[in-house]
Nanobody
């Protein structure tokens, strides 16, 4: 059993920054298999960033602005989001790859 809890969302002006956290618990958690997804209004859920044992990967629209990282001292994975734009708005979810485990989501709203 794995539990994922996101936090850190909020309202920010364009150009601002937010750091999302995904706190995990459970014996099967592996921070190298964490992914961040987002779902904007009227849009499909899309993969934004992913952790792998060999590195990280990002969707083109966030490259150079978002950074996924993990805290080795705790089971927490972060998504640092800089230079936010209105199109970044949506609900952000962390997901454990290869499983059905999802967090409840945290809302990000970027105003223009």
């Amino acid at each position: 059993q794995v539990r994922l809890v996101e936090s850190g969302g909020g309202l920010v002006q364009a150009g601002g920054s937010l750091r999302l956290s995904c706190a995990a618990s459970g014996r099967f958690f592996d921070k190298n298999n964490i992914e961040w997804y987002r779902q904007g209004p009227g849009k499909q859920r899309e993969l934004v960033a992913a952790m792998f044992r060999t590195g990280t990967n990002y969707v083109d629209s966030v490259k150079g602005r978002f950074t996924i990282s993990a805290d080795n001292a705790s089971n927490t994975v972060y998504l640092q989001m800089n230079n936010l734009i209105p199109d970044d708005s949506g609900a952000y979810y962390c997901h454990l790859r290869f499983t059905h485990y999802w967090g409840q989501g945290t809302q990000v709203t970027v105003s223009s």
